[in-house]
């Protein structure tokens, strides 16, 4: 069965980093890109980063752009998120997630995990 699973995540004050994990397993993982979302309390799920499985483009939303780095290797099956500057915004439950055509849209994506929390305090 198709698995990921979120790892990194914790308390910090803000303006601390944060590295967060995704380990991917069940399926051929160079098929397919792979997107961190993130969903606070009484809000919605929101991408924050994608990054395709052939050429390693990537995208960022505008409120992470500058400050959070998306990775993956190939060898490992794993995806990273390296968040620097963090605030209070960015509290959240963050999750990873697979699809063959990566976008903004919860709906693109096949497989996600099950969240880590990140507690930013101010």
């Known amino acids: 069965e198709a698995q990921l699973v979120e790892s990194g995540g914790g308390l910090v004050q803000a303006g601390d980093s944060l590295r967060l994990s995704c380990a991917a397993s069940?399926?051929?993982?160079?098929?397919?890109?792979i997107a961190w979302f993130r969903q606070a309390p009484g809000k919605q799920r929101e991408q924050v980063s994608y990054i395709n499985n052939k050429d390693g483009e990537t995208h960022y939303a505008d409120f992470v752009k500058g400050r959070f780095t998306i990775s993956r290797d190939n060898y490992k099956n794993t995806v990273y998120l390296h968040m620097n500057s963090l605030n209070s915004e960015d509290t959240a439950v963050y999750y990873c997630?697979?699809?063959?055509?990566?976008?903004?849209?919860?709906?693109?994506?096949?497989?996600w995990g099950q969240g880590t929390q990140v507690t930013v305090s101010s």
């Open positions: 997630a697979a699809g063959f055509q990566s976008s903004r849209y919860l709906g693109d994506y096949r497989y």
């Open positions: 069940g399926f051929t993982f160079t098929d397919y890109g």
